[in-house]
């Protein structure tokens, strides 16, 4: 998601030539972010950014960057708002990203599902599918069909999820034969993509969700993924991002972060188990 791991703006910056920001305006697209969506640009992005304005400001005929921000700021439908979101972030995810995540589900929570019961899960920060269907499949693989909630602020990446068609290199080559099962093979017009098979879909559900706003009503969980958006978000956020996870865990529940981020030095009441691991004190599973 973030701005440094994307490869893509230089090639859409040759699409689309950036607009041009004074430092002033940077600032104000900056206070914007991190007010809307936790995001910290922070300096040395400026050209990034700016080319990613670029793109947006020009799909709706605007040349400059104060015509685009009084646009920005009129539109009350919020569309205006989410396309700048799509903009300033990139969705790099992949399948079984960070494998010791659902070793882990292998090994301790599946089972330990399947003598109590129900498993629901939270996949925050979804991104384009890839990772609640990594937890679909690795769970159904073992028998077990929870229900995951996939969120993400993202709608474009959302669109992309809920298509749940995949280019075949996004897949481990060759396919192993487990996952061949639970997937379709594109013919024609779709060759060289895997669609997800419909058992694996029907166990997960989409919506769009901003996690430093206040959460509605969800949960209680027992496995949370949120990983590797935190990473981008000031410590007061990750805080208050923390803090919500944590409400909507129950006891005994599990906090899956990203493995290049830690919750060290933020307040919580986790206990770490290992690294990017954590759970919520209390419970009985
Ligand atoms: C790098 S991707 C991570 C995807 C997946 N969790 C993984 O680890 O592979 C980060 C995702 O966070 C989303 N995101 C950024 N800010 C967000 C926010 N405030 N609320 C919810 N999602 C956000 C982005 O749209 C992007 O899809």
Known sequence: MSLGESSSVSSSAGVAP?????????????????????????????QLVAAR?????????????????????ADQSGQALVELIDALTTNHTSFFREPAH????????????????????????????????SIALTAREQGETPQIMATDI???????ARRAVYSAERFEQPLPAWLRKHLLKGEGQWQGHYRI?????????????????????????????CRNVMIYFSRETQEHVVRQLEERLEPGGYLFVGHSESLTGIQHNLQQLQPAIYRKRGGSR
């Open 197 to 225: 098979g419909p058992q694996v879909q029907a166990m997960v559900s989409f919506r769009r969700l901003n996690l430093i706003e206040p959460l509605p009503s969800l949960g209680p969980f027992q496995l949370i993924f």
């Open 154 to 160: 993202s709608t474009r990446a959302l669109d992309t």
């Open 102 to 133: 659902f070793d882990f589900m292998v090994r301790e929570i599946l089972p330990a599902a399947k003598r109590s019961g129900a498993l629901s899960i939270w996949s925050a920060a979804c991104s384009t599918g890839e990772e609640p269907y």
């Open 53 to 73: 304005l670029g793109k947006v400001a020009r799909r709706h005929g605007f040349r400059d960057f104060p015509t685009y921000y009084k646009y920005l700021k």
């Open 18 to 46: 950036p607009i041009q920001l004074t430092a002033k305006e940077f600032a104000t697209i900056c206070s914007l972010a991190k007010e809307e969506f936790g995001l910290e640009l922070g300096q040395g992005k400026e």
